[in-house]
Every structure is written in structure tokens, then in C-alpha cells.
């Protein structure tokens, strides 16, 4: 039987996110799963258990503008860059 995946995280490390009320920018814990994106505060060294707040990710297209970058083809006009 395979194990549930919806309770493994995909991802997970530091993140800046805007406050809601104060609006300054908070460096939080997040954690990626397969269906949300959870956040924690990060204080003294180590994740707070409490988490602070969730993002439903149900429906969502998560793109990343980067890979996308990175797969389109890329044309030269025959000359090579050389650096150290």
C-alpha cells in the first residue's frame, strides 16, 4: 500500500512574506505540500510548532518563471563569450 502523500512536504525553508496589518516584510518558515503551503515564525533558532497561516493550493497553476526561461531555445550569432 502506498503511504499517503498528501501529509509529505515537497519543500520547505525560508521565505519573505508582507504583513497583513504591518506591512513590513516577515522572514517566515514555509512548507510546501502537494494541495497548500503552510508558514510558520522561525524565532530563537528553531520553527515555532504554532503554525501562522496557510494558502489552499486546490485548482492552482503553479508556474516558475525561471525553468520557463530556461527551456526556451536560445539563439547565438556564432560568437562564444570567454571569461575566467
Known sequence: M???????PLREGFLVKR?????????RWFVLMPDKLLYYKYEGGK???CQRGK???KD???TCPFLEHENRPHHSSGQQATGS
Open 19 to 27: 504583513g497583513h496589518i504591518v506591512h513590513n516584510w516577515k522572514a
Open 55 to 57: 494558502i489552499l493550493l
Open 2 to 8: 502506498y503511504p499517503d502523500r498528501s501529509n509529505t
Open 60 to 62: 492552482c497553476l503553479i
Open 47 to 49: 520553527r515555532d510548532s
